[in-house]
């Protein structure tokens, strides 16, 4: 069984207004799969207030409630309870556990997991890939195209690494299918969409859309044509409100798309199960043994 994980930050589900961007005409590729091979989850997780991406994602990716073990939604870097949660267990370590080959596709710039080690601030996927260390892409990786930019294009980076090339989003899809041929397990983090829903701008937001939705038609393709699943998620909403400057309490959409999709999506009606479904998939339908 291949994965591949696309988790999205800052997208919940609402419907259509003109402040809405998640739409058939911005992003078809997205809205239908959303329509057709999605279901709404909870990101609120029984806590009161906005959800944050810090406890969101830490949820998603241990199957822990991690809003509730720490009595509030944490947002930005995980505070260190939080890491502290994220290192004792989480999705790559089990699958780690069971013989599988994970990676985590988003270069970073460094050049090695031990320099990414070193930074103060870490995001709670940074936390993770950290505990299974040969899941890190380098820059390295990147100018080989066996890692993915976080703005997909490389747009961002151009400053400081000129000599790194712009590329398509449909070339960065093309590199993503590279990554997931040689691993049972990929995850690509996308958090531009969180970013631009802050901004509170709409054209900003659509066009950031428009961006991911290039990326992922041309994936969509190669992973049907691949037996690869897909699975997309987001932490808590955000872009689909561009008027408001926080995130949302919308719920947010679990895509599972490909051989495993049916079995995903009728495991899954929160970010807590998210962790434990994936596990089960590769278990072979039993419930996982979080060990």
Do not use: W
Request: aromatic share 8%; net charge negative; glycine share 8%.
């Amino acid at each position: 069984m291949k994965t591949v994980f696309i988790f999205i930050d800052g997208v919940g589900l609402s419907g259509p207004s003109a402040d809405n961007p998640l739409n058939t005409e911005v992003c078809p590729a997205l809205y239908r799969l959303i329509e057709r091979h999605s279901k709404p989850i909870d990101a609120n997780l029984g806590i009161e207030g906005a959800p944050q991406s810090a406890t969101g994602q830490a949820t998603m990716f241990t199957g822990v409630n991690c809003a509730a073990a720490m009595g509030r939604h944490c947002e930005g870097f995980p505070p260190q309870a939080l890491r502290k949660i994220v290192e004792g267990d989480n999705l790559f370590l089990q699958l780690k556990r069971r013989g599988r080959k994970v990676r985590f596709a988003d270069a970073y710039l460094v050049d090695s997991a031990a320099d990414l080690a070193e930074r103060r601030f870490k995001s709670v996927t940074t936390v993770m890939a950290l505990t299974v260390p040969e899941s890190v892409s380098t820059v390295s990786d990147l100018v080989a195209g066996e890692a993915v930019m976080q703005d997909l294009t490389r747009e961002t980076i151009q400053d400081r690494y000129p000599d790194v090339p712009i590329v398509s989003p449909q070339r960065a899809a093309e590199h993503l299918f590279r990554i997931a041929r040689e691993n049972d397990f990929t995850l690509y983090e996308f958090f531009q969409t969180d970013v631009s829903g802050h901004s509170m701008d709409y054209a900003r937001a659509c066009a950031v859309l428009r961006v991911f939705d290039s990326f992922l038609a041309a994936f969509v393709r190669y992973a049907e044509a691949a037996g690869i699943t897909l699975v997309i998620t987001s932490d808590h909403g955000n872009i689909e409100s561009v008027s408001t400057r926080g995130h949302t309490r919308n719920p947010v959409p679990f895509i599972a798309f490909g051989p495993g999709e049916s079995f995903l999506r009728g495991r899954v009606s929160s970010l807590v199960d998210v962790t434990p479904a994936i596990l089960s998939a590769y278990d072979g339908g039993r419930p996982p043994e979080m060990v």
